[in-house]
């Protein structure tokens, strides 16, 4: 099937190589950071971790989001999804890759990395965080390709695919909340010391994975011939409608905790982040603008109405992921850091190497899913769909 990557329109090309040359320009700067070191981001000895780790912190949320069509379609026989299940897969794979990517570029000397293969420790959560990872990603390259090869060929998949795909299922969750035991579990950090932090988590990755899903499923429509179901795309926008309800309550008990509990350490970065903190408010227009954003996109989803009508889902579904993208890509780290042990501010603000090779970084993975879209698009253009959505050859 890889053939078919190698195939396209102009714009096909175009698309590549706009995101090869992105890709280039963050290798360059990351070649930069690479003999200089860290010194050349925004990150400090107060700020240690920035804009890589919570782009890290973010797209775990969206890998784990394919959960949402998968479980559904597999598990309960939602026919609907039949058309997009494998987007949702193929989606989680270059989610999963910018992931790594992220982790590696924070290392600083990525050699490191090999530190957590070479010197495994058990008792440490990023340990369980590469396993999880790395497992996640093998799953859904092994069952995405599986089904859209069989899809292809027009016969049933493998039986001994199927267990695979409920392991796939399972390990989701895994991911995202591994990833918030990686904070929750310091104690000196008041604002990720919370025990709903791994629910929150996943409240929003369950609302900006679904939401970037109807926004690629309203792409390949718009360029490719394969339509992956209107029916499937209004689900999806329920889906994201509660659970940015949830979302937003889980942020407003912790805001309700935090200062009716009148605790210092769990007020001041909710006071940095919102309002200001002893005149230092770089964080503030960001945040507020993530609440803003929050607020239009809970207006246009819970109104039946507006989600029905797909220009009206597709604003609400950029505004729930540039809101979270903000509030969880940026803030819910920096905010864990200020202020500092002894009560000091020290602001973080990305350099513009940081920012370029951040967007290498999403280039790379958007360059990888542009492939795999190609070839999945180019194998359900070639499918029969009967009237529920489901393809004739059934799993």
Same mark, same amino acid.
């Given at each position: ?60 949320? #969206? ?30 794979? &270059? ?60 016969? &049933? ?15 989701? &969750? ?73 979302? #937003? ?147």
């Amino acid at each position: 099937m890889l053939e078919t990557a190698l195939k396209g329109s102009r714009k096909y090309w175009g698309l590549v190589f706009f995101l090869l040359s992105i890709i280039g320009v963050g290798f360059i700067f990351y070649l930069q950071q690479f003999f200089y070191g860290l010194g050349i981001t925004g990150m400090s000895r107060d700020v240690s971790w920035g804009l890589y780790i919570g782009q890290f912190t973010f797209l775990v949320g #969206v890998a784990a989001a394919a959960v949402m069509v998968v479980l559904p379609y597999y598990l309960h026989n939602y026919k609907k999804y039949g058309r997009i299940s494998v987007l949702a897969e193929f989606l989680a794979i &270059p989610s999963v890759i910018m992931c790594m990517l992220f982790i590696f570029v924070d290392m600083g000397q990525p050699l490191r990395v090999l530190n957590v293969l070479l010197h495994p420790t058990p008792s440490s959560v990023m340990f369980f965080d590469m396993l999880v990872l790395s497992g996640y990603l093998f799953w859904n390259i092994l069952v995405g390709w599986t089904i859209l090869g069989a899809e292809r060929k027009g016969i &049933p998949p493998p039986s001994w695919i199927k267990p695979i795909i409920y392991i796939a299922i399972a390990w989701a &969750p895994s991911i995202h909340i591994v990833t918030a035991f990686l904070y929750a579990g310091l104690p000196g950090r008041h604002f990720w010391l919370t025990a709903i932090l791994a629910a929150k988590f996943l409240a929003s990755a369950f609302a900006s994975g679904p939401a970037l899903i109807i926004i690629l499923c309203l792409i390949v429509r718009k360029f490719t011939k394969f339509d992956p179901g209107k029916e499937a795309i209004q689900t999806l926008g329920k889906t994201i409608t509660y659970t940015m309800i949830i979302n #937003v309550m889980f942020l407003g008990f912790e805001v309700f905790t935090s200062f009716y509990s009148t605790i210092p350490g769990h007020m001041h970065p909710f006071d940095y982040l919102y309002v200001g903190l002893d005149g230092y408010t770089k964080l503030v227009p960001m945040m507020w603008l993530s609440s803003i954003l929050a607020v239009i996109a809970l207006v246009l989803l819970l109104n039946p109405n507006w989600r029905k009508n797909e220009r009206t889902l597709a604003v609400a579904s950029v505004a729930v992921f540039f809101s979270l993208w903000i509030d969880k890509g940026f803030g819910l780290i920096i905010g864990g850091f200020v202020p500092n042990m002894f009560e000091r501010v020290f602001e973080y603000w990305p350099t513009i190497p940081e920012a370029f090779i951040t967007l290498g970084v999403w280039a790379v993975g958007f360059l990888i899913l542009t492939i795999l879209y190609k070839i999945a698009t180019t194998v359900k253009e070639e499918v029969v769909y009967d009237k529920y959505g489901e393809k004739q050859v059934k799993i």
